[in-house]
């Protein structure tokens, strides 16, 4: 195990940019608590990390455009469904570096119109082309060929959501889990359990913090969206990288990943689940918070069903982490209103 400043001193040495406001806000929830009847429920808001309405990519982007910056990039290019988080903050980032950003994106039921996401990657700057693909899994090629393209214009491109840049994105959030641990224990409190929503590289990060640093949290992970492959498999290669990175003296197996896809919702990603709403709309008149319906609402929908269950103990004490993801409400608002 290390100390937090061992860990921060190991990630130091990866390359990285700066793009976000760090440390994020914690705060205790007392409505929501009493509204669930338990456990106590803290919320890290990095919804506040800053860039370009905030969200959990800017750290993850500070370290995988940092490897992009490192190999001397000048275009950086994304891709993923048309309401993307990742894509917003991706061009945000670059606009900020001075870098150009092309992104491809899924042609799915939210691409029709410049709204939430999507207008805000424009107001940014980049480039947006629509692939009319399944799945997000399926744009690779597409991301490729934008690469390719960019170099028969001279230029030097840098993919930056690809699998093998995950475990740089990881480390963003194992020094979120630093971050907040220090904040709780600023505040006299001990972690019982942490639950945030991810499918890529947030959950394996705040796996290998509270690990390396010895927090013995529960670490859940409430999937938006269900991939082909094993996310445990991937999970763990994400953590085998970081190990290998940071050159630590640390193993993780399959009972380290707690990561679960029955909150999605029964029409699936990029859609609204009917518990998901409801949860938004509970953040929203107990706390004043604003959730989002893809994302952080069937998080906390997650949260609440497992206190239900008894899974989270009425007595403990949990961290939300709200990853952001705001602007897509206003690319959702028939649903959120009932309508659709």
Request: hydrophobic residues 40%; contains cysteine; charged residues 25%.
């Amino acid at each position: 195990m290390l100390t937090v400043y061992e860990l921060r001193s190991r990630i130091s040495k990866l390359p990285r940019v700066s793009l976000g406001h760090f440390p994020t806000p914690i705060e205790f929830c007392p409505r929501l608590t009493e509204a669930v009847g338990g456990p106590r429920i803290f919320i890290k808001r990095d919804d506040c990390t800053g860039l370009a309405f905030g969200g959990n990519k800017t750290r993850q982007l500070e370290f995988t455009v940092g490897q992009g910056v490192h190999h001397e990039a000048d275009v950086l290019i994304g891709g993923a469904g048309s309401q993307s988080n990742h894509c917003r903050q991706l061009s945000a980032a670059a606009a900020k570096l001075g870098l150009e950003c092309r992104i491809a994106v899924v042609e799915d039921h939210k691409a029709e119109e410049s709204k939430g996401n999507l207008l805000l990657d424009d107001l940014l700057g980049a480039s947006v082309q629509t692939v009319d693909v399944p799945t997000q899994e399926e744009l690779d090629v597409a991301k490729e060929q934008v690469a390719s393209d960019v170099r028969s214009e001279g230029k030097n491109p840098f993919v930056v959501m690809k699998p093998e840049n995950r475990p740089y994105g990881a480390m963003g959030y194992a020094l979120a889990v630093a971050e907040m641990s220090e904040q709780m224990d600023a505040l006299g409190e001990r972690v019982d359990a942490i639950v945030g929503c991810s499918g890529s590289c947030t959950q394996p990060g705040m796996i290998f913090g509270n690990k390396v640093l010895g927090l013995g949290a529960r670490v859940y992970g409430i999937a938006p969206i269900e991939w082909s492959y094993d996310i445990k498999d991937a999970f763990l290669g994400v953590l085998n990288r970081m190990v290998e990175l940071l050159g630590v003296d640390l193993a993780f197996d399959r009972e380290d990943v707690w990561n679960s896809p029955d909150y999605i919702g029964s029409e699936g990603y990029g859609y609204c689940s009917e518990a998901g709403n409801e949860a938004l709309r509970l953040m929203a008149t107990t706390e004043g918070v604003i959730l989002d319906p893809i994302y952080t609402g069937k998080a906390l929908s997650g949260l609440i069903d497992l206190a239900k269950k008894g899974e989270l103990g009425s007595d403990e004490t949990v961290v939300f982490l709200h990853t952001g993801g705001t602007p897509a409400l206003f690319a959702y608002t028939e649903e959120l209103l009932g309508k659709a």
